[in-house]
């Protein structure tokens, strides 16, 4: 795997995964960005997000229960001035008539296998957890 990172302009680059997808990062214009896209730290947290969310899909697929609807939310925190992420909340909103012991057995088979959950993890990211039922429309 290898990802490229090319300047563009101001403060701005594009990134690439050299599988032919790019994404801008770039930084809010109160810090002298253009806003052109999420910040290369912001990405991390939505990166964490879209990991849950698709190891979850697998893993539901495996154990072969259903969902209409799924989303997951991750919340980032620094204490004390860190530079970095001290603690993340994660809440997976899912729509099933699996069981709630499903659900459960699922995002915990989900959180050893999600490589980006297990970066957060190995950094000592403090994350907890929620599951929410979504109500069918």
């Not at 795997?1 to 594009?14: D, H, L």
């Not at 925190?77 to 001290?86: I, L, V, Y």
């Not at 959180?111 to 599951?131: D, E, R, S």
Request: charged fraction near 25%.
């Amino acid at each position: 795997m290898k990802a490229t990172t090319t300047w563009t302009e101001g403060v701005s680059s594009v990134l690439t995964n050299n599988r032919g997808h790019e994404i801008i990062v770039d930084l809010p214009e109160a810090k002298g960005g253009q806003d052109l896209g999420p910040t290369a730290f912001e990405l991390c947290l939505m990166s964490y997000s879209g990991c849950v969310n698709t190891i979850f899909n697998i893993v539901a697929k495996k154990m072969r229960f259903e969902f209409t609807a799924l989303e997951v939310d991750t919340i980032g925190h620094q204490k004390d001035g860190a530079p970095t992420f001290t603690d993340v909340e994660v809440e997976l909103r899912v729509e099933s008539d699996a069981s709630d012991e499903k659900i459960e057995s699922c995002l915990q088979k989900t959180l050893k296998m999600c490589p980006v959950g297990v970066l957060f993890h190995q950094a000592g990211v403090n994350t907890t957890y929620k599951i929410m039922r979504l109500q069918k429309a």
